[in-house]
Structures are given as C-alpha cells and as structure tokens.
C-alpha cells in the first residue's frame, strides 16, 4: 500500500504529463527550458526520483515528439539538449536503450543530412552520437550499420562551424576505436573525405587517418593517390598533415607506389618544360620549381625508402631514387632562396 506522500508524487507525475500531452509547441518549449535548468547534471536515480520512478515516461514522449517535428527544425537544440541529460546521467543505462529502440539514432542521423536545419542543432545531434558511441561497442556498431559512417562523412565535409567539425572528429575518432567489425568501414569513410572542398574537414580526416591507418594495419589501395592529391593544397596545415601521414604510410605495403607518385608530381608537365626550354637554356629561368610541399614530402621519405631498394625482390628504376634524390637537393635550395630573400 503505497503512502501519501507516495501518493502525492504519482499524482504530480501524472498531472505533469498530462500537462505535456496538451501542450502546444510555445508551453511544450518553455517545459523543456524548465527541465533542462533544474536538471542538467543530475544522475539517473536523481532523476527518477524528480519523476517519481516515471523518468521514463518524460524521455519517450520528448523522443516521440523529436520524431515527429525534427524536419520543421522547429526549437530542436532544447528537445535535443533535454534527451542529452537523459543519455549523459550517470547509471542511465535503461534511458539509452529506450531512446535506442524507438529509433533515435536513425533520428539523429538523418537530422545531419537536413539543410534547413541549423549548425547549432546538429552540433547537438553529433554530442548525442558521441554518448551512444563512447556507451560500447554494441551501440558503436548500430551507428555503422544505420549508414552513420557516411552521414557522419558528409556532414563534415559540408559543415560550416569549424567547432562543430571538430566535435565530428571526436565522434569519428571513437567509432573506429574499438570496432573490429566496422572499423575498415571508418577507415574507407576517412579516405573518401580527401578530396573535399573544406580545408578543416581534410585536415582532421588526415590526422583521425593516421590514428585509424595504425589500427587497420592493411592500407587500402586508393589511399596513395588520395593523400598525394591533398599535396597541392595551399593550405599549409593540411600539407603538414598530409605529410606527417606519408612518413607513416612508408612503412606499409604502399611504399613503392607512394614514392612513385611523389616522384612523377616532380616531373613538369610536358607543355611547360617546352614553353621555358629555350630560357632555360639561356640561363634567365631556373630549373622546374616543383612544389614545395611535394619536395618536402621526397625529401622526408626517400631516406626511409632506400631499404626497399636494397632488397633483390625489388629492381625498380634507378630514376626512382635519382629523382627522389634531386628533389631532396632542389627543396633545400628553394628552402636557402626563401631564407636569403627575406633577410
């Protein structure tokens, strides 16, 4: 038999539901402003006990209602925020389950997909992500299976804030952390992120690739051309990145065709070298000025590489390395030119 007081709490319950249930979007939204400035932080027992043991009953209605309303975008950061104490409080294991099954994820990550939706939303979406990925493997792999890698993906590349972005990074970085079943499907996402049109999105897709590229061991074959396409970038942040990934990647399989490839990024074009052939000769024109960065990136890696030459198994030609060696020399100079300019 339950007391009075017990008694007086179900009753507040109920009446506060009931008060949800025939709310229209302006109360619903001052409800939720309420909720989340009285209980953010609390754990989960602390909750149950502000609901009466009916914590529950709030989080599936607050769920169904981001359900229905979320492609409207209408004051989405509170519904969002609201569930996120739910997900976030210490000993809430029931709470995700139940956000879980009745679609939740799939909720959030078609929320990244919408353009009228605002950053700041997504933002939260991504942080609810996080919680459900860092909660353990289980839960890391319903976010790959719901197309959540691809989401995720594009969601960065597109992305406008970069604090958001690198909010992304955070949540990409745990789902291939940990994930023996879906981690090669990550590492192929990271890839498919280079030739993207945001300078922020490639450099944090570099340096998770580093991290992830460790954990896969197995280097999948477009990443070669990929990571020397980023080369000719303007953005000194990502060459850095890009090259701190090429002194990893010598050490993998793709060795011979990386340098290859820097190699024949150092070889003017043949419309150029018969455009500057006759200055050149004249001596009014310097040799081909390849890129810095490419030469840089020769200069670092072809020291590692020569063991690879050394081997009987391997007779590729001698301009591999002569070339390799020149660039080193031609860096350098380019380097020393820099140095005396500026002084």
Not at 59 to 80: A, D, N, P, Q, S
Not at 201 to 217: D, E
Not at 267 to 282: G, M, Y
Not at 311 to 317: Q, R
Request: proline share 4%; glycine share 6%; aromatic share 6%.
């Amino acid at each position: 038999m339950t007391s009075v007081k017990e008694q007086a709490a179900i009753s507040r319950l109920l009446s506060f539901l009931q008060e949800w249930d025939n709310a229209g979007k302006g109360l619903r939204t001052q409800i939720l402003t309420t909720f989340i400035e009285t209980n953010e932080g609390k754990t989960g027992p602390e909750l149950e006990l502000e609901f009466s043991q009916g914590a529950s009953l709030f989080l599936i209605r607050v769920t169904t209602w981001l359900r229905i309303i979320y492609m409207t975008g209408f004051e989405l950061e509170k519904i969002l925020r609201s569930i996120g104490i739910f997900l976030s409080a210490v000993s809430s294991n029931r709470y995700l389950i139940e956000f879980l099954e009745i679609g939740g994820v799939l909720t959030l990550l078609e929320i990244l997909g919408l353009e009228k939706i605002k950053e700041e939303d997504k933002k939260e979406s991504i942080k609810l992500l996080q919680i459900v990925a860092n909660t353990g493997r289980k839960y890391k792999e319903l976010i790959c299976e719901s197309y959540g890698v691809r989401a995720i993906a594009e969601f960065l590349a597109k992305s406008k804030s970069e604090e958001t972005q690198e909010e992304v990074q955070v949540l990409l970085d745990t789902l291939v952390h940990g994930n023996p079943k879906y981690q090669n499907q990550v590492y192929k996402g990271l890839i498919a992120l280079l030739p993207c049109g945001s300078p922020k999105a490639q450099r944090l897709a570099l340096q998770t690739l580093k991290t992830a590229q460790s954990i896969v061991g197995a280097t999948h074959p477009s990443i070669v051309d990929r990571v020397l396409s980023v080369l000719s970038t303007v953005h000194l942040e990502v060459q850095y990145e890009a090259i701190e990934l090429i002194k990893d990647l010598i050490h993998y399989d793709v060795r011979l065709p990386l340098l290859q490839g820097l190699v024949a990024l150092l070889i003017p074009p043949v419309k150029e070298t018969s455009k500057l052939q006759a200055r050149i000769f004249s001596g009014r024109t310097p040799l081909w000025d390849c890129p810095l960065e490419v030469g840089k990136a020769s200069w670092l890696t072809v020291p590692h590489s020569f063991r690879l030459f050394d081997s009987p198994d391997h007779h590729p030609a001698t301009s591999v390395p002569a070339a390799g060696c020149s660039c080193q020399d031609h860096w350098v100079g380019l380097q020393r030119k820099r140095v005396i300019a500026a002084s």
